[in-house]
């Protein structure tokens, strides 16, 4: 069974970048068949999409609003993914969330596992 | 980019009553990539529906999921206790994800 596990600081000072780490474990990350994601939830607020990647093709996705200071990418050595995000702000606080997308079934493109999710404040 | 709108925002109701919960986009989209999730508190999200009406693994069949264009509904036939939550719905456009505001569902 798929798990995944996000780890990184749980306090970062503004302009700084966040760096976290979603761990996959019972499958690899390198598979054909997923997307791999990251989803935010500000506190007391609504899921906010930040970006997919798909490793077989290396495409990247990111939501418009983010897009210029959002990096993801994939580890296989690690069978990890990875999110940073620059500059941030308060605004950045928030539970970050990684995800597994399947890519070609009948669930493709939706949510289908999630790790337990991480909080992250942005203060100095 | 798609948005999602959700409505009602809160919706009191008693364990046993039936949900209705509706989800409107700003323009036509393949029905085929609208989820729905349910999320507790403390918790992450759960899919429940995928593809406007199928559900996802392990959930009950008092949930289901209808519509195309740009409205969909998601019902809950009737509410356990358990289904008190927030529920949230997605899709999937053009190498865009969004999510609606939430639904929250809460006991009256």
Same mark, same amino acid.
């Given at each position: ?124 | ?6 409505? *009602?925002?809160? +919706? ?5 009553? $039936? @949900? /209705? ?8 989209? #393949? %029905? ?12 992450? *999200?759960?899919? +429940? ?5 199928? $559900? @996802? /693994? ?8 209808? #519509? %195309? ?40």
């Amino acid at each position: 069974q798929l798990q995944l596990q996000e780890s990184g600081p749980g306090l970062v000072k503004p302009s700084e970048t966040l760096s976290l780490t979603c761990a996959v474990s019972g499958g690899s990350i390198s598979s054909t068949s997923y997307f791999w994601g990251w989803i935010r939830q500000p506190p007391g607020k609504g899921l906010e999409w930040i970006g997919n990647i798909y490793y077989y093709s290396g495409g990247s996705y990111y939501t418009p609003s983010l897009k210029s200071r959002v990096t993801i990418s994939v580890d296989t050595s690690k069978n990890q993914f990875s999110l940073k995000l620059s500059s941030v702000i308060a605004a950045d606080t928030a539970i970050y969330y990684c995800a597994r997308l399947p890519a070609y079934s009948s669930s493709s493109f939706v949510f289908d596992v999630w790790g337990q999710g991480t909080v992250v404040t942005v203060s100095s | 980019e798609i948005v999602l709108t959700q409505s *009602p925002g809160t +919706l009191s109701l008693s364990p046993g009553e $039936r @949900a /209705t919960l509706s989800c409107r986009a700003s323009q036509n989209f #393949g %029905s085929s990539y609208l989820a729905w999730y349910q999320q507790k508190p403390g918790q992450a *999200p759960r899919l +429940l529906i995928y593809g406007a009406s199928s $559900r @996802a /693994t392990g959930i009950p069949d008092r949930f289901s999921g209808s #519509g %195309s264009g740009t409205d969909f509904t998601l019902t809950i036939s009737r509410l356990e206790p358990e289904d008190f939550a927030v529920y949230y719905c997605q899709q999937y456009g053009s190498s865009l994800w969004t999510f609606g505001q939430g639904t929250k569902v809460e006991i009256k």
